[in-house]
């Protein structure tokens, strides 16, 4: 069945980089786009960035962009969030998810797996 | 950006009761509204999109409806089990997808 762990987790000081890494198993995963959803603590849910099936394109909330970078690595089944200039508002669980597959050439850009999610704090 | 507005932001009902929990967007998105349940220390679950197609696996219980700006989801008899907090998520703007800020389903 289909399975997303991530790891890389952890308490940072502000304005350091973390690297979270999302392992994908049960399913082709070089067929399926992935994306990244955070939660802070107590709070709703918060799409973070996209990465199409062939890595062609990514896309961010506005809240990250210029500071994180989504990737993939097809070989390892694995999606990557890079974090970097990490601010105290970063703190939150962050989830991997997949999105869905309506039609081959229909993009669904819901969420049809998530991962157990992985712990960010930020604090000095 | 698009806003999901959810409400009420708790209801509380006993078992065997209907829950109706409301989605309006700042603007339209056709049907392109997805409903999640979350409950305590879990992943979200996907239960409806499309605003009604039920997701794979889920209990007929669950349904959605409405287009536009204005969406429902009806939980038809509860259970014990659904209480959790229950989000709506846009995809119509697929550069920013969105999601309301929850409702909370407490069973008696």
């Known amino acids: 069945q289909v399975h997303l762990v991530e790891s890389g987790g952890g308490v940072v000081q502000p304005g350091r980089s973390l690297r979270l890494s999302c392992a994908a198993s049960?399913?082709?995963?070089?067929?399926?786009?992935m994306h990244w959803v955070r939660q802070a603590p107590g709070k709703g849910l918060e799409w973070v960035a996209v990465?199409?099936?062939?890595?062609?394109?990514?896309f961010y909330a506005n809240s990250v962009k210029g500071r994180f970078t989504i990737s993939r690595d097809t070989s390892k089944d694995t999606v990557y969030l890079q974090l970097s200039n990490l601010r105290v508002e970063d703190t939150a669980v962050y989830y991997c998810?997949?999105?869905?597959?309506?039609?081959?050439?229909?993009?669904?850009?819901?969420?049809?797996?998530w991962g157990q999610g992985t712990q960010v704090t930020v604090s000095s | 950006e698009i806003v999901l507005t959810q409400s009420p932001a708790t209801l509380s009902l006993s078992p065997g009761e209907r829950a109706t929990l409301s989605c309006r967007a700042s603007?339209?998105?056709?049907?392109?509204l997805a409903w999640y349940q979350q409950k305590p220390g879990q992943a979200p679950r996907l239960l409806i999109y499309?605003?009604?197609t039920r997701a794979t696996g889920i209990p007929a219980r669950f349904s959605g409806s409405g287009s536009g700006t204005d969406f429902t989801l009806t939980i038809s008899s509860l259970e014990p089990e659904d209480s959790a907090v229950y989000y709506c998520?846009?995809?119509?703007?697929?550069?920013?997808?969105?999601f309301g800020g929850g409702t909370k389903v407490d069973i008696k």
């Open positions: 998810a997949r999105e869905m597959s309506l039609d081959p050439s229909v993009r669904a850009y819901y969420f049809d797996y």
């Open positions: 049960g399913f082709s995963f070089s067929n399926f786009a």
């Open positions: 990465i199409w099936s062939d890595g062609s394109h990514e």
């Open positions: 603007q339209s998105v056709s049907i392109y």
């Open positions: 499309d605003a009604s």
């Open positions: 998520q846009q995809r119509i703007n697929w550069r920013a997808l969105t």
